[in-house]
């Protein structure tokens, strides 16, 4: 498929080109090879409600990556890709499609709601499926997984049996997070708390059989509707006497107790606790120890039912909130209000504050599944990458807590519990019964409830392979290798692969977890759409291109820190798109052959230079290099390498070398300075291809063997021993040295590129003289020197600019190059510019308004700024000092 390159690297010609060519060659598809080492990775599922995000794009950029790079080396490659149902998500959106239909989800009933559901999963869901492809995700598109597939959802059933009759999974009454916008109970992790400003409202409670009152403090009055007692701390010796006594509480008339419990604390509020057993979950602790009354107050929707007075019933609770204040107002029982910020639990999916609510539910008993998770990453079976997690993990696993597996939703796998309607008999198996067991009555009700999206996805590392069972699949790549996501769900879902990992298959999921930091803005907020700060992948894609995307990304994402994401490094990603392909095309304009093996055999390059050896042993350097960062999962620090040594080693510097010799050497040495080059072009173009697939596989087949394959599937490129030159590499270092200074002088000097110079050099040894003795062509290709004098003995020319490099002197020249008194006058006036500059920015620091209100972003430019104008400042007066001085 070769064809010359364009003249300008155009993202939007190729990529749609090479991703249709790799689908219709299989390269993604992996099957179970005995002659090869498997390399799988499970994709963390994106909910099918979702869209593509920069989160996304960090994330898969990553796994693929590791996908393509592990391809390379000979893998079995499997990426395995597919998407969640997402049950509150996708609920919410068919109940509020069907709300702008006019159709309740109550009033259609179960079977004909999850019609509907289909239907939109069908038309909406796995669009962001679509846009991975667009990314350049190389994915086993052929295995992708739905975890509401026939044969998932019958694993996730299966699995819930086996727990069920181990004696792990119970139904039982207990305190759960209620999410009053989807009526259904949510786990702790799917529980936001966010900074409100709010009251602290003291309350006079009436003692009974006494003029005085308890004054009890709290953020929410509307639950003192519910209040069964009220605690002190034993050893609050304010309240010793009451002890053992009641209160008449306010607007109910209920007689409640006063008791004691060291869980009080007496510097809180008035040291008095109202406690309400049914809607908090320490009171809920407290009402069991000491035997009071559970009350619930709320319907599912939040608003107050029956067990409240009259008055109240069918209240929003927050409306519910300031009728009772009004009340106890009137009453003279509001003590006092203060103002007060605490932190609200939210509902992730609902956006309203949770309520802690009775309610029966399902739970999974985690005391027994939670030891061998926490064991394996403790002995290192599995690592966490960045380490830091584990202590984090390992917190979180040694106070679990079991887990709300169901669901008051219709969406999901629904609970495969089935009750005898006529003797009671309870039934758990996959398969719907057609009778009782017990009595044979067909009377049979399956539960109302769905599991926790969790309690699906947990499988999902080999429930992708034809689970249960011992299928050959399976076999072959479970366990997978490497998993990258998010470290929020380290406790959704992470350690819950883990547990299901060791129950199910008796062995770990993945040996190592890679966890992405979080993507901010450059005010340092957390990127979201409610903010507006979160730009669209695609429209991205298509202004940068997808290789520039995920370049830059990776470019600033350090691993264990949060990343700053601007669109100016994607402009810097693109820049160096462009910068790869200008250089592969100069290389490609210059080849005068038609490429066969032995250009590419070290042993038939003739006359071979000292570039020409650097260039091979740096080559060498950045292979090792860039195939050890791959494997510390070091992505941005592979991205620097690769930055590093295309940009500034072989395009600044080699192709800069070789032009002379491609310009007017012979043609043996054209021939092999150029068959070098492709060389050294084929194996960055190895190493890039992980980064920048698209662009990488576009120029490849320009510079490959008619017999070889396609890059994505070529090979990885090897260190060669033969490259290996360290005292070459140590001269030509030197050379960059002597080069580099000259440039700078004639920066300083403000000689402009096309002004031809005079270079003196004094060096300081033998072995200086030789190497720039032999490379004297080179450097004076490169600093335009006209004439080079070198000797351990030269004199120092009069009016001259230096610098010192290895204890060397080099000297140019400056008569008739540069009027004296005009630069002395025009360093004067930048130096003065500035100062200026630099006094607005000490103005603004020093402006504590400033520093305090503005976003640290925009604080940390400015403190960038007060460094760049004291610098530039100091460099300026000493220039200004030398020129003076000549």
Known sequence: MAQELSKRYDA???????????????????????????????????????????????????????????????????????TDHASIATETRVV?????????????????????????????????????KKLGASCDWERERFTMDDEYYKAVLHSFVELYNAGHIYRGKRLVNWCPATKSAISDEEVIFQERNSHLWYMRYPIKDSDDYLVVATTRPETMLGDTGVAVHPDDERYQHLIGKHVILPLVGREIPIFADTY???EFGTGCVKITPSHDPNDWEMGKRHQLEFINIF??????????????????????????????????????????????????????????????????????????????????????????????YEHWMTNIKDWCISRQLWWGHRIPVYTCQDCNEIMVQVEAPSVCKKCSSKNIKQDEDVLDTWSSSWLWPFAVHQWPGDSKELAYYYPTNDLVTGPDIIFFWVARMIMAGHEFMGEIPFRNVYFTSIIRDGQGRKMSKSLGNSPDPLDLIAKYGADALRFGTMLIAPKGQDILFSEERLEVARNFMNKVWNASRFVLMNKAFELTADHLDPEKWENMELADRWILHRLNATIERVTRQLEAFSFDETARSLWDFIWNDFCDWYIEMIKSRLYDGTETEKQTVMAIAIYVLRDVMKMIHPYAPFMSEEIWQQVKLAEEPDLVVAEWPRVREVFHAPAEAKETDFLKKVVTAVRTIRSEMNLPPSLGIKLVGRVHSQRQLDILTKTQATISKLTRAESIELGMDVEKPSFSASAMVDKMELFIPLEGLIDLQKEIERLEKEISDTQGFLKSVQGKLANKSFVDRAPAAVVAKEHEKLDHYSESLKKLRAHLETMKAL
């Open 96 to 132: 509020n499609m069907l709300r702008e239909q006019g159709i309740s989800k109550h009033q259609i009933g179960r079977d004909e709601f999850l019609r509907h559901a289909g239907i939109w999963k069908e038309k909406y869901g796995g669009i962001i499926i679509e846009q991975l």
């Open 299 to 392: 319907n599912e929707d939040a608003s107050l039912n029956a067990n409240v007075p009259g008055k109240f019933i069918g209240l929003d609770r927050f409306e519910a909130r300031e009728v009772i204040i009004e009340q106890l107002k009137e009453l003279d029982l509001i003590d006092k209000i203060e103002e007060y910020v605490h932190k609200v639990g939210y509902s992730e999916r609902g956006n309203v504050p949770i309520e802690p609510y009775e309610s029966e539910q399902w739970f999974m008993n985690m005391s027994e599944l939670v030891k061998p998770a926490l064991q394996s990453v403790r002995d290192g079976k599995i690592e966490f990458h960045p380490a830091h997690w584990t202590k984090t």
């Open 12 to 82: 939007s010609l190729i990529e749609d080109k090479w991703y249709k060519h790799w689908l219709e060659k299989n390269y993604f598809h992996s099957e179970p090879n005995p002659e090869k080492e498997p390399y799988t990775i499970v994709i963390p599922p994106p909910n099918v409600t979702g869209i593509l995000t920069i989160g996304h794009v960090l994330n898969n950029t990553m796994q693929d990556i590791l996908i393509r790079w592990r391809r390379m080396q000979g893998r079995e490659a499997c990426w395995i890709p597919g």
């Open 264 to 266: 009080v604390e007496q």
